[in-house]
């Protein structure tokens, strides 16, 4: 079992929707987790950063982490067509290395 | 602001052949890593380079080696590439023990 667990998707909504990615993962030493976010061709870039359970929001983005089912998501509003990219959420312990998800293949049709 | 540049972008190899892939980064950053990247498996780390002067390996090191040139240089080399190892590779730097890593536009490597 991996320790990371990410559905690769692919994603397809209508511009405008609301979208919703999930990770799941195994380890509760896992203390830090992030979003990555990367066009096709290109490498990731780092999107959301959350430490501990509760939701964080940056404009359109809102992270979620909930520590006690071992599950993270991302959800996006009002989505763009220049949102489609692969996601790919990260976590890692204190002092660990991050380990990453297999990433969500995410298109926003006009 | 070039940011992490990797090169070549693209490269076919013949199995047992080898060949260095280079990684540059213009941030001043400490940390640099290799990552290879697989459908269906995600980012993996092969090997990383806390600062300048250590290298160690990640979740995947075998097949392949390191050299962190100076602060700013980290290289990757296949010795005698494998089919196993056609993939796309990432180079990446960081602040020391920073989470947000700066990732290069990948080397889509196929190997025969």
């Known amino acids: 079992q991996k320790e990371v667990e990410q559905d690769p998707g692919p994603l397809s909504v209508p511009e405008g929707a609301i979208v919703s990615l999930n990770c799941t993962y195994s380890?509760?030493?896992?203390?830090?987790f992030m979003w990555y976010r990367q066009y096709s061709r290109k490498g990731p870039e780092l999107l959301m950063y959350?430490?501990?359970?509760g939701n964080k929001e940056d404009g359109r983005f809102t992270a979620q982490v909930d520590k006690s089912s071992k599950y993270i998501s991302l959800f996006i509003r009002d989505s763009q067509p220049s949102d489609s990219a692969t996601y790919l959420c990260?976590?890692?312990?204190?002092?660990?290395?991050?380990?990453f998800g297999q990433g969500t293949e995410l298109s926003v049709k006009p | 602001n070039a940011g992490v540049t990797q090169t070549p972008k693209f490269q076919v190899l013949k199995t047992g052949q080898s060949m260095t892939l280079q990684c540059a980064q213009d941030?001043?950053?400490?940390?640099m890593y290799w990552y290879r990247q697989d459908p269906g498996m995600g980012l993996r780390l092969i090997y990383y380079?806390?600062?300048?002067?250590?290298?160690d390996k990640g979740e995947v090191p075998n097949g392949y080696n390191v050299s962190r040139l100076n602060k700013r240089e980290f290289s990757l080399r296949l010795e005698s590439a494998a089919p196993s190892q056609t993939s796309v590779y990432f180079c990446a730097s960081s602040e020391v023990k920073s989470d947000k890593l700066f990732f290069g536009s990948g080397t889509q490597l196929s190997v025969l």
């Open positions: 380079s806390a600062s300048e002067g250590t290298t």
């Open positions: 990260a976590m890692k312990n204190q002092g660990g290395k991050l380990i």
């Open positions: 941030m001043n950053h400490n940390s």
């Open positions: 380890n509760s030493a896992f203390q830090y």
């Open positions: 959350t430490y501990s359970s």
